[in-house]
């Protein structure tokens, strides 16, 4: 499965959590570590590398927080 292909189908699993699972980032790597658990196929080479891809396609879909 290409690389974009995974992102979509993570995406779609992060965005079916419900919002007060999808709040922070303590969130995304919780499940991050979690799908890499259930999905072993998802891990190349370096664990650390796929833990650290899977978060940064999560990060820019966490809502913005409001200063103040």
């Not at 292909?5 to 007060?20: F, I, Y």
């Amino acid at each position: 499965m290409t690389q974009l292909a995974e992102k979509k189908r993570v995406l779609e699993q992060w965005l079916q959590l419900p919002e007060s699972r999808r709040r922070d980032a303590t969130d995304v790597v919780v499940f991050a570590y979690r799908l890499l658990q259930e999905r072993p196929e998802l891990v190349g080479e370096n664990r650390q590398s796929s833990l650290d891809t899977i978060v940064n396609w999560l990060l820019p879909h966490l809502p913005k927080l409001e200063a103040g």
